[in-house]
């Protein structure tokens, strides 16, 4: 069964304070991804990894970093997290095999920054 | 940037009634997934569709991806509670890597 796991499902920040998401996919697969969900706003795509140690931004980068080290962990950084990341933040990831267009998702990680 | 728009946005109907969602674009996708999504967990994988006018069913889920490629339909037939969730449909290009999202129709099924 695949799985794709992200470290927290709830998580309490304060502004200023450093955040890690971290996210792991047991699938081998080379594509991973970070996204943000709010209301009315749909998935919004922060940064993707295609291979190790590679990243491209997405659609709204700003404010995050990432990191992949290694094949299976993709993590999200909030370098000084704002009240307006609070939101829903789901990881998926999808192999470059075949049409490779399935993502797997994580159950998500619902983040409050106060 | 491709672009795939979803409707209605918010639906609520009674058990047993029937439903369409719909996600369109102006652009052609190689590939269009739809996922569901319940509270508090992450999107689930339902059924891809890859030719123009394909049509698939998943019980009593019926998808059609339309003969041009930019635009695609579910069915739902005798709504159950179950079904209430969000819907959410993603257009993919080969080698592309990444998909683009619709905003999702967020469906409430009532006993």
């Known amino acids: 069964d695949v799985k794709v796991t992200q470290s927290s499902r709830y998580l309490v920040k304060r502004t200023g304070e450093k955040v890690f998401l971290e996210c792991v996919q047991d699938?081998?697969?080379?594509?991973m991804f970070w996204y943000r969900q709010d209301p009315g706003l749909g998935l919004r795509l922060i940064y993707f990894s295609y291979d190790v140690k590679m990243k491209e931004k997405g659609d709204i980068p700003e404010g995050y970093s990432v990191s992949r080290e290694k094949k299976e962990r993709f993590s999200l950084i909030l370098e000084s997290a704002s009240t307006n990341q609070t939101s829903m933040y789901l990881c998926?990831?999808?192999?470059?095999?075949?049409?490779?267009?399935?993502?797997?998702f994580g159950p998500g990680t619902r983040l409050l920054v106060l | 940037t491709q672009l795939l728009e979803q409707s209605p946005q918010f639906l609520s109907i009674q058990e047993g009634e029937n439903l369409t969602v719909y996600c369109n674009s102006s652009s052609v996708f190689s590939s269009l997934q739809w996922y569901r999504q319940e509270p508090g967990e992450g999107p689930v994988l339902l059924v891809t569709v890859v030719t123009g006018g394909e049509v698939k069913k998943l019980k009593r889920l019926t998808f059609q991806f339309g003969d041009a490629r930019k635009d695609s339909s579910l069915h739902i037939t005798a709504a159950q509670p179950g079904d209430t969730g969000l819907y959410l449909c993603?257009?993919?290009?080969?080698?592309?890597?990444?998909?683009?999202f619709g905003d999702g129709t967020t469906l409430t099924v009532k006993p």
């Open positions: 993603a257009g993919a290009n080969t080698n592309a890597g990444k998909s683009t």
């Open positions: 998926a990831s999808s192999t470059s095999q075949g049409l490779g267009e399935t993502q797997y």
């Open positions: 699938m081998d697969h080379e594509n």
